[in-house]
């Protein structure tokens, strides 16, 4: 056998994602909005972004600790779920808050534009990236760093301002629209 040919030189690079399921660990999630457009840029799609995923949690089962809506990224830290795999949680998250956002689109969309922009159909992009994390202190570092992310990127002054984080919860223990 030659090696040296283009499958033989970064065998790895082909597929460099790998995710571990079935340890029992919990996975920091993060996935983006299609060219990183601010499709949650505004509070209502926010607000259903957080109703989908709550009855996603309760369809498979999953524990959430941690979580923030940014305009055009999430980040979710959650327990392996009773049915499926982490995974199928972000497809079904994406699948069903792509296809609420895009019959709205299509409803007010002006009739004689027959070819949508790319934008108007892809919702999410297609990867995304899955962390495992299996200590207390790696748990501690994520929830501080989803809650500070939209201080950080200057949408607020403080975590608390930010309705779209779990960060009430923890703060003031109030319940929201996901439950901790």
């Known amino acids: 056998m030659i090696l ?3 499958k033989d030189r970064h065998p790895i690079a082909r597929n460099p994602l790998h995710r571990y399921y079935g340890r029992g660990d919990l996975h920091f999630i993060t996935f983006s909005r299609h060219r990183r457009q601010p499709w949650l840029g505004s509070p209502q799609r ?3 972004f957080l109703r989908v995923f709550e009855q996603v949690r309760r369809r498979m089962g999953f524990d959430v600790l941690g979580y923030v809506v940014m305009p055009e990224h999430v980040h979710l830290l959650i327990s392996e779920p ?7 949680v972000v497809q079904l998250i994406k699948q069903r808050t792509a296809r609420q956002i895009l019959r709205r689109a299509r409803a007010c969309a002006d009739q004689t534009n027959f070819w949508p922009d790319e934008d108007a159909v892809h919702v999410w992009q297609r990867r995304f990236y899955d962390f495992n994390v299996f200590t207390a202190k790696k748990r501690a570092e994520k929830i501080r760093y989803m809650h500070n992310n939209p201080v950080t990127r200057r949408l607020v002054r403080s975590p608390a301002e930010w309705r779209w984080s ?3 919860y923890y703060a003031f223990h109030e319940e929201g629209v996901v439950k901790i």
């Open 4 to 6: 040296g040919g283009p």
């Open 82 to 88: 009773e049915f499926g795999d982490p995974s199928g």
């Open 46 to 48: 926010r607000d259903l």
């Open 166 to 168: 779990s960060y009430r």
